[in-house]
């Protein structure tokens, strides 16, 4: 109600400023004994444009991404509306920079003109900010990264919070919030969890050789550390793959499928995951440290 209360005052204020801009309705009467009887009509003029031009891209903005909810049953805020929002600021901005401008009875077109070597100069300078700004809009409008999406980027992972014009919010399993220029992003890989057809979970880790007594007997080792979870985890899902096998350590994966996508229970179970693995490591650093040095055919002393 209040809304569509808002919308008609709205409204009502542009159908008003309107008749004026256009001269259907004369105001003269009302400032025609002043001393500024000369200069108020330009200023009513352009502050009517001004004030026009900011309640139509305030329409053209709710009625786009009213339309756009209706039409996909969106509450929430996806791709689509970022974009649109970061049009509307952007356009924002410039609309009331102009009105500024003309305000001051700065003609708009002969600034840009006469400064445009200046403008270049500013161009290039802040070519890196304007690329952040070109990037997010491609990021926004392409829908390969969405918010709420659990992602990997270079060597950050975790869900995008929002996804702004210079940088993308990343709330990682620790709570910190990243933030990661869209330069970066569209330079450099990313891992998209949640769009692959199996929400699979990966603990990535790497373990010492003489630390593994055999994959099969640590796979066995999580999955019983992950007993209170099995109920929420597809029995048949787990799996301890071996990523790649250097000269002093393993590199290993520890993959399940949750029954339903849970951020706050996976990292539950990630955390069970990791700290039995540090007791199984710890418990085979001291079966190691307790071997007996056993001479070779030479005399040495090996392990």
Known sequence: MRKVFVLLVKAAVFFTLLMIRLGEWDLHWMYEHTRYRKDLPYYINTLSGLILFLILLDFVQFFTTRWYRVRHKIKGDDNFIV????????LLFIGVFAGILSLF??????????LSIIFAG???LTKDYISNMINGMIITFAGQLS????????????????????????????????????NFVNTTDVVNYTKREIKR?????????R??????????QLVE???????????????????????????????YILKEPNKDL??????????????????????????????????????
């Open 83 to 90: 974009g649109v929002n970061q049009i509307y600021s952007l």
């Open 105 to 114: 009875q700065i003609n708009v077109k002969e600034l840009f003109t006469s």
């Open 122 to 124: 500013l161009a290039i």
């Open 147 to 182: 918010i709420g999406d659990n992602v990997k980027i270079g060597r950050h992972r975790g869900k995008i919070t929002a996804i702004t014009l210079q940088n993308i919010h990343l709330l990682n399993d620790d709570d910190d919030m990243i933030y990661i220029p869209n």
């Open 201 to 209: 979970t990966s603990i990535d880790f790497e373990i010492a050789l």
């Open 211 to 220: 630390h593994l007594k055999n994959v099969e007997e640590l796979e066995h």
């Open 225 to 255: 550390s992950l007993r209170p979870f099995h109920d929420l985890i597809n029995a048949d899902s787990y799996y301890l793959r071996v990523a790649e096998v250097r000269k002093d350590n393993v590199s290993l994966k520890f993959q």
């Open 266 to 303: 996976e990292r539950q179970i990630r955390r069970k995951a990791i700290r039995r693995l540090v007791e199984l490591i710890s418990e085979r650093e001291k079966i190691v440290d307790e071997l007996p040095e056993l001479p070779d055919d030479l005399g040495h002393n090996i392990i």
